[in-house]
């Protein structure tokens, strides 16, 4: 499996950005996808995913983000409004085929990582 993501940049206070994963390797449509980031000097920390058509999302997001995968295309999203400061990290999508629930707020239970895009919402 290879996961490539793009979309992230430089936004205002405010603004908005659209993360984009493209998964190949395998069966797309038998994976659960995610989102974790990390900000300069934290751990890793859990955004969001997408599994067997349920999302659920992180407390700091909830409301402002919007996981979406479409299975045509091989791609996740990640649909980030309302950023502030606190958002600013590496972003990575994160595919599992066995994942369980009790389990995807963990880093260390996805089994493939994409490279990462920078997003920054400066102060």
């Known amino acids: 499996v290879q996961l490539v993501e793009s979309g992230g940049g430089l936004v205002q206070p405010g603004g908005s950005l659209r993360l984009s994963c493209v998964f190949s390797?395998?069966?797309?449509?038998?994976?659960?996808m995610g989102w974790f980031r990390r900000a300069p000097g934290k751990e890793r920390e859990f955004v969001a995913v997408?599994?067997?058509?349920?999302?659920s999302y992180s407390d700091s997001v909830k409301g402002r983000f919007t996981i979406s995968r479409d299975n045509a295309a091989n791609t996740v999203y990640l649909q980030m409004n309302s950023l502030n400061t606190d958002d600013t990290a590496v972003y990575y999508c994160?595919?599992?085929?066995?994942?369980?629930?009790?389990?995807?707020?963990?880093?260390?239970?996805?089994?493939?990582w994409g490279q990462g895009t920078q997003v920054t919402s400066p102060a």
């Open positions: 997408i599994r067997r058509g349920v999302n």
């Open positions: 390797g395998q069966t797309f449509s038998r994976y659960a």
């Open positions: 994160v595919a599992d085929a066995g994942i369980i629930s009790s389990s995807i707020g963990n880093p260390r239970h996805w089994d493939y």
